[in-house]
Nanobody, 119 residues
Framework: QVQLVESGGGLVQAGGSLRLSCVAS????????MGWYRQAPGKQRDLVAV???????NYADSVKGRFTISRDNTKNTVSLQMNSLKPEDTAVYYC?????????????WGQGTQVTVSS
């Protein structure tokens, strides 16, 4: 089991910046992937960015060049720096941790944090 606690959401004007952070309840070294997803009202939950245990990153096309994901395994954290925010970035952002449990892949989710970008 992994508990994830997010922080850093809020209200910001278009063009502004926010930084989201997520702390895991177990060692980051034991977690294969850590990432961020978002879900806007009436839409599905989509990948924003993910970082592997080998520090390989992957971003949604819509956030490339604006968002940066990073993880610190010594602090069990993953962060998302969001710059040049747009109204369409408005959503609930969820922290995700993925790892193998024997031969089963497990996904764990935080409670979500609201990000609202005003125009």
């Amino acid at each position: 089991q992994v508990q994830l606690v997010e922080s850093g959401g809020g209200l910001v004007q278009a063009g502004g910046s926010l930084r989201l952070s997520c702390v895991a309840s177990r060692s980051g070294f034991s977690i294969t992937t850590m990432g961020w997803y978002r879900q806007a009202p009436g839409k599905q939950r989509d990948l924003v960015a993910v970082v592997s245990s080998g520090s390989r990153t992957n971003y949604a096309d819509s956030v490339k060049g604006r968002f940066t994901i990073s993880r610190d395994n010594t602090k069990n954290t993953v962060s998302l720096q969001m710059n040049s925010l747009k109204p369409e970035d408005t959503a609930v952002y969820y922290c995700n941790a993925g790892m193998w449990d024997m031969d089963t892949w497990r996904d764990y989710w935080g409670q979500g944090t609201q990000v609202t970008v005003s125009s």
